[in-house]
């Protein structure tokens, strides 16, 4: 029997993935041939052929909505949510045989009516989620965002803007068609096809955390926005605090990762033929130095580009360009690239909202008088005025960390652990992670092996502790836990927050004291980590990570304390409520 099996949770990542191997699994054990259509973020989409649609005798989907429906008319196609899937996937496998129906597709009409003319109260919502990092609170987000809405009797779809880009990306007629729009992103997403639109900003944790909340918010407090402008009225003051220095800040950190990760691990790859074999010209080794360290330098210019972009639009990137690599060229490093960053990214708007000129030549000014005012002005006070300071107080700061006593660098340790599993991805969290990256651009590598170490903590933790105290957890919250776990190898802190959001009183403790462990011991046999993400796969790529062996017993030693801890802490499931 052929078969098609289709995975696609909102999240994107540990979920679809579960439940598209176990459903593979058990679909080789009935003896079927199987075709795995997998929606998500760790692998990607290998759609089925005609050729293989036309040859399937059964099409199952574990989804909220059947990908590309069209294609599939005329087969036999049974469609149930991946909850239902992932506990017992032959018992799903063998109901989709015996009911899976001739599949019709039924697209709604154009002309339709929305739920609401029948007197329901029901509207159409669409929403686009966007994180620094775009791995896990973007998914997380938009899928507590799908099931919060459906649960209020809303028509809601929700468009992700993570590391691989927009998916299931909203069309201009279902924008056209929404009631409202909310944008939970905390980086800057192009606001220009929402002109018109009642628009809702918030941030992806508040979705995450009170998705209805943030929903009858706004549907009660969106404005109607121009496109780029701020919001007027009402939401003027929430708007400007979800676009204040915090949201910039993230913009750039989310632009510049992909430098930094390819950089650093390009840099490991060269010191696999020696630590001084690049010194060698003409070597495999000065090859891979030259182009790690080409991306090495591109960081502060990136970071500081795209905070200007989050301030000012498109006119902010030149001059934030031109302060970053200024920042690079005098020293200032990091520090000084974050404040070219906001110094272009404010000369620009000041000089975009400020310079009025004749119609006949308003032209000129984003392509000639903005890039050459801020980048004159941020050009000349990165020289004269913050470059050499800020220089002298990074170096400072280098030669501190690089003096560090086994006691201080402890205690340094259990500071950035701590903050690290404090709120989960939060802006605590962030201010560590982005502490931990600004220092791989100037190749201080500690700090950012500790905070990743302790990042892994509370989801590897949780996972554990659903397994040592299996008895204590219903079977959904088990299911989560090897989600958990899952996203803890990859150094995805928020796998913990479904634990942290039902029992936070024993959840938070237990991770901090995990999590400051590992940071404390990271810092204690002084790891060094080259890229600033991968989790436990960084391993795959020598000389990433060093020492390995005390760099993983750091993580286990953490991670058992969370989950000990909190395992001996947990009541029974009867006390913790998990939705199906």
Not at 488 to 514: N, Q, T, W, Y
Request: hydrophobic share 50%; with cysteine.
């Amino acid at each position: 029997m052929n078969v098609i099996l289709i995975t696609n949770c909102p999240s994107g990542m540990a979920t679809t993935f579960l439940a598209a191997r176990r459903l593979e699994q058990a679909a080789t054990r009935l003896g079927w041939q199987a075709h795995v259509e997998m929606h998500g973020e760790l692998a990607p989409v290998e759609q089925a052929s005609r050729e293989q649609i036309d040859a399937s005798d059964l099409i199952v989907v574990a989804a909220e909505q059947v990908p590309d429906p069209a294609r599939f008319e005329g087969k036999r196609l049974y469609h149930g949510s991946i909850q239902q899937a992932l506990p017992d996937p032959a018992a799903f496998l063998a109901t989709a045989k015996r009911e899976a129906p001739l599949y019709t597709p039924a697209p709604m009409p154009a002309d339709a009516e929305p739920a609401d003319t029948a007197g329901t109260g029901a509207k159409r919502i669409v929403a686009v989620t966007a994180c620094p990092t775009g791995v896990a609170h973007t998914f997380m987000a938009a899928e507590a965002l799908s099931e919060a809405g459906r649960a209020l009797g809303h028509a809601i779809r929700v468009e992700t803007q993570g590391s691989v880009g927009a998916q299931d990306q909203l069309t201009e007629e279902e924008i056209a068609r929404a009631d409202v729009v909310i944008l939970a992103c905390d980086i800057e997403v192009d606001p220009t096809r929402f002109a018109g639109k009642r628009v809702y900003r918030t941030s992806t944790g508040t979705a995450l955390k009170k998705p209805q909340v943030t929903i009858e918010a706004a549907l009660a407090d969106a404005s109607v926005e121009d496109g780029g402008a701020a919001a007027p009225a009402s939401s003027q003051t929430k708007s400007l605090k979800e676009k204040g220095v915090y949201k910039h800040l993230l913009t750039g950190v989310s632009f510049m990762l992909p430098m930094v990760v390819a950089g650093g691990l390009i840099i490991a790859l060269s010191f696999v033929f020696g630590i001084e074999a690049f010194e060698e010209p003409g070597t495999l080794a000065a090859a891979l130095m030259q182009i790690g360290g080409s991306a090495m330098g591109l960081i502060v210019p990136v970071l500081a580009g795209y905070i200007a972009y989050s301030i000012a639009d498109r006119p902010g990137i030149a001059p934030g360009l031109i302060g970053g690599m200024l920042a690079a060229d005098i020293g200032s490093g990091f520090i000084g690239g974050i404040l070219a960053g906001f110094l272009a990214g404010y000369v620009a708007l000041a000089v975009t909202r400020g310079v009025k000129l004749p119609s006949s030549v308003e032209s000129l000014k984003p392509i000639l008088i903005i890039p050459f005012v801020a980048s004159l002005i941020t050009g000349l006070v990165m020289v004269y005025i913050i470059g050499e300071p800020v220089a002298a107080l990074l170096t400072a700061l280098e030669n501190y960390l690089e003096s560090l006593d086994s006691t201080n660098a402890v205690i340094l340790g259990l500071l950035l652990g701590t903050m690290m599993c404090v709120d989960l991805g939060g802006p605590i969290n962030k201010a560590a992670y982005t502490f931990g990256v600004g220092l791989i651009a100037s190749n201080t590598y500690g700090p950012m092996a500790a905070v990743m170490a302790a990042g892994m903590v509370p989801p590897i933790g949780m996972g554990l502790a659903s397994v040592l105290a299996r008895y204590k957890y219903a079977p959904a919250e088990r299911e989560a836990g090897k989600a958990s776990f899952v996203l803890g190898l990859c150094f995805i802190s928020e796998g913990a927050i479904p634990f942290a959001a039902k029992d936070p009183l024993r959840v938070i403790p237990c991770c901090i004291a995990g999590g400051a462990v590992t940071g404390a011991l990271s810092m204690l046999v002084g790891a060094k980590l080259m890229a600033p993400h991968g989790g436990i796969f960084v391993l795959l790529i020598p000389g990433a990570i060093t020492p390995v062996l005390l760099y993983l017993g750091a993580i286990i030693i953490g991670s058992l304390i969370t989950a000990v801890s909190y395992a001996f802490l947990k009541r029974g499931a009867a006390q913790v409520v998990v939705a199906s």
